[in-house]
């Protein structure tokens, strides 16, 4: 996990006045699921290898339709493939 320096900043502060306990931030949540969610989907990514097609693994969060509409049109994407996970 990653601490910005004001995380950190406020970490030394609580620990000089005796806090010690390190509260995650809704933020820190939602950064370590990213990761987590792009790390899981790097190995799928690599089993397409067709020549001339360019792949790229992008995960966000915010409402599904506006991110995929968004990744699209940044992407200048022809067509574009997603996940769902399955159980």
Known sequence: ???????????IKKYEEGMTQVIRTPADVIDDAL?????????????????????SIIVGDGSPAEMIVSEAQNQNADEMAMATQLE
């Open 1 to 11: 996990m990653r601490f910005s320096k004001q995380q950190l900043e406020i970490c």
């Open 35 to 55: 990761t987590e969610a792009t790390n899981d989907l790097q190995p799928e990514a690599g089993r397409i290898d067709l020549e001339g097609v360019s792949r």
